[in-house]
């Protein structure tokens, strides 16, 4: 179980923050000489060198997403040039890729970021370019809400698997529907007909609380309140949920804990954007009063269990049903072990899941329920303070990695396995680098008391 340090102040992060945008710069800087368009979306390290993975290309948003975040927190001009070009040159058919349920990462991590920041004016305001990251947004929301299974309570947007299977993921990629939805979009369908992307945004966040997240109310022998399964399996003859699934944890009845973080920070953004949403489009949902409580039960959920299931100092293990676990002991009560010989430590759950615990956090102190937030915000700090130092943070000028000791996909074995080890370690991902990036500007915003950083920044 995490030990929270309940003195830490976000102030006393900044040191460990510019220590990880001076490692930054360098490291996109080498990624983008030896991963031009191309060439495959740089993916995971191997030897600390990028190399892509042939299966979705996923992962090319984090990319110059990464360099947008790095000019953000740092004023470097060429970063945002780097990220702006790319995205222009680059991304076109991520807006209209129809195979993938990936939107939010890709899109909502360029266009998104470029249209953010030239609202802001951090650079030089040009209506023509700023229409053009509206219109990616708003066909990339309309796209990502036509991939729907419709289910006998509702719906959700299906996962590149099928028409049947519903991820956990995907509540990270509502953010393309959300910004689309902010921009005034709706998708039109046979006839004309209207679809709302906020509908489907509530109705997929509702397909995952009530499928993939589980509350200890007795929906199985292994219905642990707060775990996460990775997929949900449905009938799509009739829209029935037939049973829970993975693909990259260990299995359907343990919780792959990236698939968590992307659970919890999921919830937690999409109640901090449930307030800029008026009363209005809340009626075909049943209101907000019934949208919101149900966000919040996941929410909350889902960030004890990870406080409950995770070692001392926030660093999770891959997966909190992996085999080899019983063979370090009393391994949730001290810090995690990335060097072990038995199971791998997953340091981009641990990114994803802190910006989670910390967005839940600020969100309930505002909502006057101070004691349980703080709670949620010094475990986010405390997995931070562990995760931007080492041995997860790369200073390494020949790695071209920023946050090692991440996994992809264990189960298929796509994980490098160094000389001399028995399992993966001291490798980075383009998501945890990213999502490293991200947290690390928002916590550097919150403890300069700059604007506070949402996605989807101004209206």
């Known amino acids: 179980m995490m030990k929270i340090d309940l003195q830490l102040e976000a102030e006393h992060i900044l040191p460990k923050i510019s220590h990880l945008w001076e490692a ?14 191309g060439r495959g979306a740089p993916v995971f390290t191997v030897n600390g060198k990028y190399a892509a993975r042939g299966w979705t290309e996923w992962t090319q948003g984090f990319q110059y997403g990464s360099a947008i ?5 740092t004023n470097e001009r060429e970063f945002l040039d780097i990220g702006r070009r790319k995205t222009i040159d680059v991304m076109a058919s991520h807006v209209t890729h129809m195979g993938v349920h990936d939107h939010g990462f890709n899109n909502v991590s360029t266009y998104g970021n470029l249209r953010r920041l030239m609202l802001a004016g951090r650079f030089e305001e040009n209506r023509g370019e700023l229409r053009f990251y509206e219109m990616a947004l708003k066909a990339s929301g309309a796209v990502q809400t036509r991939r729907w299974t ?13 028409p049947h299977s519903l991820f956990a993921d995907t509540m990270r990629t509502l953010r393309s529907l959300a910004l689309a939805h902010c921009l005034g979009h709706v998708l039109l369908e046979e006839q004309d007909a209207p679809v709302s992307l906020f509908v489907r945004l509530v109705r997929h966040a509702q397909s995952t609380a009530w499928y993939n997240v589980y509350y200890g109310e007795g929906r199985d022998r292994y219905d642990v309140r707060g775990r996460v399964a990775h997929e949900s399996v449905f009938n799509t003859n009739d829209g029935s949920y037939r049973c829970p699934s993975t693909q990259q ?3 359907p009845f343990s919780t792959w804990t990236r698939g968590l973080a992307w659970v919890m920070l999921g919830f937690a953004e999409q109640l901090e954007y449930l307030g800029v949403v008026p009363d209005s489009d809340f009626e075909p949902c049943g209101g907000r009063d019934a949208v ?13 269990f990870y406080i409950e299931n995770t070692p001392a100092d926030g660093i999770p293990y891959w997966d909190t049903g992996a085999p080899g676990l019983v063979k370090l002991g009393d391994y949730l009560n001290k810090p995690a072990e990335p060097l072990n010989d038995h199971e791998p430590v997953d340091s981009s759950a641990a990114a994803i899941a802190a910006q ?14 101070r004691g349980e937030g703080k709670r949620y915000w010094q475990a986010g700090l405390t997995i931070l303070n562990r995760l931007f130092d080492a041995p997860y943070l790369s200073t390494d000028p020949n790695h071209q990695g920023l946050i090692l000791h991440s996994i992809y996909h264990r189960p298929n074995g796509w994980d490098h396995v160094p000389q001399g080890r028995k399992v993966p370690c001291g490798e980075s991902s383009m998501w945890g680098d990213y999502h490293a990036r991200e947290v690390a500007l928002y916590v550097q915003r919150v403890a300069r008391v700059d604007r506070y950083y949402t996605f989807f920044g101004l209206r």
């Open 69 to 73: 975040l790095q000019f953000d927190a």
């Open 356 to 369: 989670g615990l910390l967005r839940l956090g600020h969100y309930l102190v505002l909502k006057r329920q």
């Open 150 to 162: 419709r289910t006998k309570d509702g719906g959700f947007i299906y996962s590149f698997n099928g």
């Open 24 to 37: 930054s710069a360098a490291k996109i800087l080498s990624i983008e000489q030896t991963h031009p368009p």
């Open 249 to 251: 944890g260990y299995s």
């Open 292 to 304: 919101t409580p149900m966000m919040l039960k996941a929410a909350e959920a889902t960030c004890d």
